[in-house]
């Protein structure tokens, strides 16, 4: 049998690069994106080959119709055809009120966490779904317990956008359910990497996890086994789902 494929969307940094390693250490193939910061993703590679995994790393910003094809056709020729999407590729901006914010960024941050995710999870379907000729896979969404909270005085867009991905988690769960594909998605709370820096609070969650009724922030690999559960056999009968990761937030 070969190894099944992953795709982690933004599996250079954070999350993403804890569930492409550990993925490929549980024997996946993964293929991970970046949209910039190519020496963190091959670092991410290296990690993986190193341990005797299988990676590899692409440019695209999710956001970017011609860059997703790009990587799913780059999939299909090198690999075959995909087992698993991670559609965790996201981003925030500046803390800011709703009445500070400008269109411009309404569209960046709409267009890389919700046109992102629709763009990854349409080109998914097509070969996954056994309705166009696949054997059935599994779609795990990252969206975030800012989805349910609203995240006021900090960013009310983002936490807009993840609201979509939880309502397309469970459209296409059901749209999908009976053609082999489960859909899920994982809610992470306060973890610690990068994302806090863009917005513009790298010590974020120091300063907010006393609100965590665990008391601490989450780690990114806490995040990834939620989602590489999610992603496995083993929870062959869980679609439309939401699984928050958060401490008890
Ligand atoms: P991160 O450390 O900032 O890493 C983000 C990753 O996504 C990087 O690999 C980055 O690529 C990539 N990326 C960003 N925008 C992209 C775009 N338009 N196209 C393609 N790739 C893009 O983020 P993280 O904290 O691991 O977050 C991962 C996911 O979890 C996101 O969806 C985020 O919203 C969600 N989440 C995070 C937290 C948290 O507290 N950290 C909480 C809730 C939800 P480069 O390396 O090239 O920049």
Known sequence: MS???MLVT???RGIGAATAIIGA???YRVALTYQSQSAAADAVVQTITEAGGTAMAM???VGVEADVLKVFKTIDEQWGKLDVL???AGMLEKQMRLDQMDVARWQRVLNANVIGSFLCAREAVLRMSTRHGGKGGSIVNLSSAAA???SPNEF??????KGAVDTMTFGLAKEVAAEGIRVNAVRPGLIYTDIHTSAGEPGRVERAKDAVPMKRGGTAEEVAEAVLWLASEQSSYVTGTLIDVTGGR
């Open 86 to 88: 991670v559609n965790n």
């Open 148 to 150: 349910r909270l609203g």
């Open 25 to 27: 250490a549980r024997g």
């Open 156 to 161: 009310i867009d983002y936490a807009a956008s």
């Open 59 to 61: 440019q695209a910003d």
């Open 10 to 12: 933004g599996g250079s």
């Open 3 to 5: 190894q099944p494929i």
